[in-house]
């Protein structure tokens, strides 16, 4: 179904000529299917039309002409997953244009951005000013802007805690084509505060799992940012994909450790957090500790072979990052006590300055997570249960894992040693766990795997009272942690409805209207 | 190999968008993050690799007719295979190829379009890419007294290649690298006339068969000569007959060097001295056909085996790491006087010229609009000039500054050393 001439025209009016699409090699690549969850069906629908809006005014005006048209919209920013339309009828805007870093405060410690600036540019140049922003753990890929990037959940939320939590001020076009800016930024036009003075709206825009494309579009947003001890530039050398760290530079550390039981691990993490000695903090599995650093599957099977034979425990990561001398020996000391006191044990590869600087980098960066889960196969699945407690979290990865067991033995999903990771959040105030599923989305027997043991898992969460995920998206999905969860769903589809009425912007990720 | 031995390389991509950028791990602020000359300035995805592996996926499954856009699309790159290294820091699959192949896909079934159509013919008649005459291949060698190895035993061939042998502009470049040759004492010769193009831009267009042609003709004369180097500063050239003629086993064994290369060792087995002072602060531009994707071909036997975790390894993959980066530096820094100064972008994450993959015809506009942010990056280091290895490369940077008015000056290595010694 082609675009209306009336509304192509008009379309094109606003981005003009160069900005706009509908030729099929277009709207074709934009219809891939991306990775996450794949299915045997390679392509989605087509989008109608492709728009590339340079600024908040034609993002507005686009929105506008999709309410009067009665047609919906869908805007993304680098496009991973989230984004694709649900059937004919929708148009896309591709924010690629809206790439600017707007401001950075280093006495006010924030940053403002627009959607397409990614996560390492942005960090790249708070280093350069001594700061650092937290980073999506699904990459440095990914959008800097926190309601853009998804949860924000990284390796940094140790230290530089999520998305929900910095979001600062933010400029919002609202699905039926309102521009408002809300917190500071709404009465003041600053943007250092994201709840007033001016309207707050966070709880509205955000939801548990931000809108994934249904609520409107994001336009520009501040987020708090952090204090940065290492170097503006960190020593990397070397020529893709060896890249080697010259050096550890002073005050950073790498340990991997590995504890004699589960409960002294979350022992140490619990007092790790408790003496706020972390800059990330991971418990991970040491086979995906250095895949980032390995070249190719094959070399991480061998890796996951050999580390399975050194550390036959439950293992973490974590990497200090220390602000002087002093500090660095006294987080090294209580790191000490710690580890005596829960019987932990360090590997030495964290000791060789070469694997450990790159290791560090590479987990400051976020670089790892692509090949972590999609270089297998290009199609992988995280099974999460709601953010929580460090305990809840082993709890739900341990009864998840028995079940996705299962699946491996039907050949239902691949056998590739069952990864998991939890990343602490606030120095152990709440965690975040993934047990990552892989598989070959071409093979039906497998594709079906995919989509059947991730259902099972939310299963699991729901039934074992573990919280609601901040992956779950779509109505089926929310509708089925809705009953178990004071009914929220009634909640999202009352805003959906309220900033909604004409149902211009495409929900499938995120709930519809309908009950 | 066709489109469709990539089809499980192509539907491999997962979207991630890491193709677009540079290394993650090599960038170095809000500037020059972006490595994609094509989708850096038509936005739309399907310019990008990953836009161009899904799309490849639609084309096997026939969902898209090779309508101009299609073309258009596919045309506008310039196969600088800058998005395959980026997207080999985390997977392993083929980008570049995979997009050769739709080249050559497109070639096959009849689809091109008139101004490469224009370039071809000028090779099938004249043996060249630059449209010319083919008598005056040799030009640039009159006056000076350099052997011929279609008639003289010689153990090195100097090929010019086509960019400078018909350019006047560029024939400096020539007879400098043979003075130096001959001033290394190095027993070489030409092939003059009956020099030809070494057909990798042919290739990179998508016309396979006239690659072919081109690389069985050249491998007959060289053989025949028993010449056992070859020399080119043409990195083009340098690519085709060190890493595609060995792809297409034609190569029998030649040793093929890059001028940098070459001049490199000379210097360090004290046979050329740079002793003479050169005041000035340079950058150096990595050509893509020298650096990213001039490391040696790997032969694969095309299969997948299954590994310990159940997940298939595929084959080793040529990922940049082995490019000539370091000899074209080490001949700039063993020039006395001169300040050199890296880019932010650079080596196996350099950005194109905006030459290659047949833009400089298809659409010079593009090309100029690439070299262009390429001469900004530069500027941006404060460097007075940008050396490079390569004729195409300093062609399209000297006709952007034309456009743009800069006042920074482009040098081959040849030249700067040419000075110094």
Request: proline fraction near 5%.
């Amino acid at each position: 179904m082609a675009l209306k001439r009336d509304i192509y025209r008009a379309l094109e009016d606003v981005v003009g000529p160069e900005n706009i699409s509908e030729d099929s090699v277009i709207l074709d690549s934009y219809a891939w299917r991306s990775g996450l969850l794949a299915g045997t069906e390679k392509f989605v629908p087509r989008f109608e039309a492709i728009t590339l809006p340079k600024d908040t005014a034609e993002v507005q005006a686009i929105v506008r002409l999709c309410n009067r048209f009665g047609i919906q919209f869908k805007a993304s920013s680098t496009g991973w997953s989230y984004c694709d339309p649900s059937g004919p009828g929708i148009i896309k805007l591709d924010l690629r244009r809206m790439d600017r870093i707007l401001e950075i405060n280093e006495k006010s410690m924030y940053a403002v951005v627009e959607p397409y600036v990614i996560a390492t540019q942005l960090q790249a140049e708070l280093m350069k000013r001594g700061l650092n922003c937290n980073v999506n753990g699904a990459g440095g890929n990914c959008s800097a802007m926190p309601i853009v990037g998804h949860a924000g959940l990284g390796p940094l939320s140790e230290s530089g805690s999520y998305g929900e939590r910095n979001q600062l001020a933010l400029e919002w076009v609202t699905p039926d084509g309102e521009i408002v800016r809300l917190g500071s930024l709404g009465s003041l036009n600053k943007w250092f505060c994201g709840d007033g003075p001016g309207p707050s709206l966070r709880g509205i825009v955000r939801g548990n799992t931000v809108p994934l494309g249904g609520l409107g579009v994001f336009t520009k947003a501040a987020q708090k940012v952090y204090h940065w001890p290492g170097p503006p530039l960190f020593p990397i050398e070397g020529v893709s994909p060896d890249f080697i760290s010259s050096e550890i530079p002073p005050g950073f550390m790498l340990g991997n450790f590995y504890v004699t039981s589960t409960e002294n691990m979350i022992k140490a993490i619990r007092k790790i957090g408790e003496s706020e000695i972390g800059f990330e903090l991971m418990i991970m599995n040491f086979a995906s500790i250095d895949e980032s650093l390995l070249r190719s599957d094959a070399e991480i099977a061998d890796e996951f072979e050999q580390m399975s034979r050194t550390a036959q425990a439950p293992t973490f990561m974590l990497i200090i990052a220390a602000n002087s001398p002093n500090d660095f020996e006294y987080k090294k000391k209580v790191l000490q006590l710690i580890m005596e006191e829960t019987g932990g044990k360090m590997l030495p590869m964290a000791e060789d300055p070469k694997f450990a600087g790159s290791f560090i980098w590479s987990f400051i960066r976020c670089t790892g997570a692509n090949s972590g889960c999609f270089r297998a196969t290009g199609a992988f699945g995280g099974m999460v249960p709601g953010t929580d407690i460090l305990d809840v979290m082993v709890n739900y990865v341990q009864r998840a894992a028995k079940t996705m067991e299962e699946f491996i033995r039907k050949d239902m999903l691949l056998a590739d040693g069952m990864i998991s990771f939890i990343q602490m959040i606030e120095h152990g105030h709440q965690a975040h766990a993934e047990l990552l599923t892989r598989y070959f989305p071409n093979d039906p027997k497998q594709a079906r795997g995919g989509a059947e043991f991730n259902m099972e898992a939310n299963k699991i969460a729901v039934s074992g009272r573990f919280g609601v995920p901040h992956h779950v998206w779509s109505d089926s999905v929310h509708d089925l942690y809705g009953p178990h969860t004071s009914h929220y769903t009634k909640w999202l589809r009352s805003i959906k409805k309220t900033f909604d009425p004409n149902a211009a912007s495409e929900a499938t990720n995120y709930i519809t209207a309908d009950e | 190999m066709a489109l469709e031995d990539y089809r499980s390389d192509m539907e491999m991509c997962s979207r991630c968008s890491i193709c677009k950028f540079v290394p993650l791990e090599r960038l170095k602020g809000y500037q020059h993050a972006n490595v994609c000359p094509s989708i850096s300035r038509y936005k739309f995805h399907a310019y990008s690799g990953g836009g161009r592996m899904g799309f490849g996926v639609a084309m096997l499954e026939k969902r898209l007719d090779y309508a101009d856009k299609l073309l258009e699309v596919i045309y506008n790159c310039q196969m600088c295979g800058a998005c395959d290294i980026s997207c080999k820091t985390a997977m392993d699959m083929e980008v570049l190829e995979a997009i050769n192949e739709m080249r050559i896909k497109c070639v096959k079934e009849g689809h091109t379009i008139p101004a490469l159509d224009g370039v071809i013919n000028s090779l099938r008649k004249q043996g060249t890419m630059v449209p010319g005459v083919k008598a005056g291949r040799g030009k640039w060698v009159e006056g000076l007294e350099v052997k011929d190895f279609t008639r003289q035993k010689t153990k090195v061939i100097y090929h010019a290649g086509c960019r400078t042998s018909y350019d006047r502009d560029m024939w400096g470049i020539a007879r400098t690298t043979a003075a130096l040759l001959q001033k290394a004492g190095i027993d070489f010769g030409i092939g003059g006339e009956n020099e030809s193009c070494c057909g990798g831009r042919a290739y990179q267009m998508g016309y396979k068969e006239d690659f072919l042609r081109q690389a069985k003709r050249n491998m007959a004369l060289f053989q025949k000569s028993g010449a056992e180097i070859l020399v080119t500063g043409c990195a083009d050239g340098y690519h085709a007959f060190k890493t595609l003629y060995d792809k297409y086993g034609v190569k029998n064994g030649l040793e093929v060097l890059h001028t940098t290369e070459y001049l490199d060792r000379l210097i360090k087995e004290g046979r050329l001295k740079p002793t003479r002072k050169v005041a000035m602060r340079v950058t150096y531009h990595d050509p893509c056909h020298l650096g990213r994707l001039g490391e040696p071909y790997l032969h694969w036997p095309q299969e997948q085996v299954p590994v310990k975790t159940n997940i298939l390894a595929p084959k080793e993959l040529r990922r940049g790491t082995y490019g000539i980066y370091e000899p074209p530096r080490d001949v700039i820094r063993s020039i006395p006087g001169l300040k050199f100064v890296e880019m932010d972008r650079i080596k196996e994450y350099t950005w194109c010229c905006g030459s290659g993959g047949g833009v400089n015809d298809s659409n010079p506009g593009f090309a100029r609009w690439t070299a262009e942010e390429r001469i900004n990056e530069a500027e941006s280091t404060g460097a007075e000039a940008i050396v490079t290895a390569c004729p195409w490369c300093e062609k399209t940077f000297k006709d952007a500054i034309k456009e743009n008015g800069s006042k920074i000056k482009i040098y081959d290595v040849v030249e700067l050393l040419a000075k110094a010694v």
